[in-house]
T-cell receptor
């Protein structure tokens, strides 16, 4: 059974600060997707990383896939209140179609 | 931007009754999925569907559950003889404009909140 652990589980920081959240596994994934989920809504895709070591940027968000494709990180620069939400990573196993979701990081940005 | 739509947004049902949750995947997507999220827990995979048949299912997806694509647009999840522990958010997702599903992101609907009384 593949597991994705996200850390920290909760993070509360002041507006303007930088932060990094992590998504770790002992398993290798074909790709890894990051989603953001608001209360009462479905996960919204932010990015997909495929290649080991890949870095993708989405405005102030930087996503990195580990060289071994077992882990990933999300770095937010100059956090804003609009970044508040639940961030989920989800791994796509080789040959499987299902996504294995992480435990989530609930981020709160304080104005 | 195309999106996955789910109906109803909230379904309340008596234990033992049957429910059908409906989804309209993104047009031209080939792969369809159901996931569930029990309150406070992780999103869990239930089933994937391709070419009019189930391609993979989890241990959760037992004989109580079934999926169907009755026409060219809808994708449904039927839960027979509902139990209290079936209460959860159920998300539909779709992906893939090509037959190679690998690394193609899944796009999710806003879910149906199922409450079993």
């Amino acid at each position: 059974t593949q597991l994705l652990e996200q850390s920290p589980q909760f993070l509360s920081i002041q507006e303007g600060e930088n932060l990094t959240v992590y998504c770790n596994s002992s398993s290798v994934f074909s790709s890894l997707q990051w989603y953001r989920q608001e209360p009462g809504e479905g996960p919204v895709l932010l990015v997909t990383v495929v290649t080991g070591g890949e870095v993708k940027k989405l405005k102030r968000l930087t996503f990195q896939f580990g060289d071994a494709r077992k882990d990933s990180s999300l770095h937010i620069t100059a956090a804003q209140p609009g970044d508040t939400g639940l961030y989920l990573c989800a791994g796509d196993d080789f040959g499987n179609e299902k996504l294995t979701f992480g435990t989530g990081t609930r981020l709160t940005i304080i104005p | 931007e195309p999106e996955v739509t789910q109906t109803p947004s909230h379904q309340v049902t008596q234990m033992g009754q049957e429910v059908i949750l409906r989804c309209v995947p993104i047009s031209n997507h080939l792969y369809f999925y159901w996931y569930r999220q029990i309150l406070g827990q992780k999103v869990e995979f239930l089933v994937s569907f391709y070419n009019n048949e189930i391609s993979e299912k989890s241990e959760i997806f037992d004989d109580q559950f079934s999926v169907e694509r009755p026409d060219g647009s809808n994708f449904t999840l039927k839960i027979r003889s509902t139990k209290l522990e079936d209460s959860a958010m159920y998300f539909c997702a779709s992906s893939g404009w090509t037959i190679s599903f690998s690394n193609q992101p899944q796009h999710f609907g806003d879910g149906t909140r199922l409450s079993i009384l």
